[in-house]
């Protein structure tokens, strides 16, 4: 059986590498399942495998990119009992989801109880997932307690917010476009300040003089200074991304006199070292999030598997107001 993919066959800028193909689906084995993928988003971590620079690299060429997505269980191998056809599922990490069919073992799938829709399903298992662990993994925040991050209108920022706002966390939330002020105030931010501005003054003015005790940097350089600054003695900044292509810069007095933590996040080595329950405690909450409303992405557009260099030239441009899907169903 064919289906359409979006394949590359060698590492390299996206744009030039990654094209839409047919391919031959493999022969469904007793425990796998072959799934029609609805909706699969193009991540920044996406763009870096394409690159070659992300420490997942494909296990077979061509390599079709995709880190996550949701779709429908379309047929089951002879010894699946727990997945039927039809059922909404979340793809395993980097399965390669840009495609409108594939074929991957059923215990690896995640099935989505009813109440989500399959494109918000399709954005849960990365970036809320990382949200969820670094709000309570890293620092044991009390409600009303005060965190800052940056890029603070990303897919991450934006399930840190919400996820921060229902348990009665406040959030300094950095971004780079004051347009975006508004908007992430009506999300649930407590303070929304601009890359340009002094954070000191307007961090006391937002929180009364109250300790930042972790700051939540996908940015680097300069961005990431800034908000090291601001944190309270002991405090705990992790790094998780590096959107600013900018090395951080650690001045020696942040570690002597402030003691601060630097710390670093990947979810993917979460997700590998993850107990079985663990993980389905995650998903179990994560879920629930999304049921409720809490967890919500912004979709800015969903584009055809056949319009995918103009997806990609859209993620690459910044200033997005939310994700680009890949709907290969479209
Ligand atoms: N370590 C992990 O496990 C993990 C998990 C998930 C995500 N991540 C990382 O987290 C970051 C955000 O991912 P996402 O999917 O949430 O992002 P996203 O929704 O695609 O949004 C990208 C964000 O980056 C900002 N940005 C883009 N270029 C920038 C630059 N040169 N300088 C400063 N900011 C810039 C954008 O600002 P504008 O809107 O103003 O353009 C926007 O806020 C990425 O680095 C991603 O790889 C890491």
Partial sequence: MKTKAIVYRAHGAPSSVAHLEE?????????????????????????????GTYPIRPSSWPAVPGGEGAGIVEEAGSEVTALEPGKLVLLPRAAGSWCEQTIVPADSLVAVPRGIPPEQAAMLRVNPATALRMLLDFVDLQPGEWIIQNAANSAVGRAVIQIAHARGLKTLNVVRRPELINELKSAGADAVLLEGDTLDEN????????????????????????????????????????????????????????????????????????????????????????????????????????????????????????????SPGK
């Fill in 23 to 51: 391919i031959e689906l493999p022969q469904l084995q007793p425990n796998q399942v072959r799934v029609r993928v609805l909706f699969a988003p193009i991540n920044p971590a996406d763009l870096n495998a394409i690159e």
């Fill in 203 to 326: 961090i006391q003015a937002a929180t009364g003089g109250a300790p930042v005790r972790l700051g939540l940097n996908s940015v680097g350089g300069e961005s990431a200074l800034r908000l090291a600054n601001v944190l309270a003695e002991g405090g705990t900044i992790v790094t998780f991304g590096a959107m600013g292509r900018q090395p951080l810069r650690i001045p020696n007095g942040l570690l002597i006199f402030n003691d601060l933590r630097w710390r670093g996040f990947w979810v993917s080595r979460w997700y590998e070292k993850a107990s079985a329950d663990a993980r389905s405690a995650m998903f179990g909450e994560l879920f629930a999030l999304a049921q409720r409303g809490v967890v919500r992405s912004p979709v800015e557009k969903i584009y055809p598997l056949e319009e995918i260099g103009a997806a990609l030239a859209r993620v690459q441009e910044g200033g997005r107001a939310g994700k680009i899907l890949l």
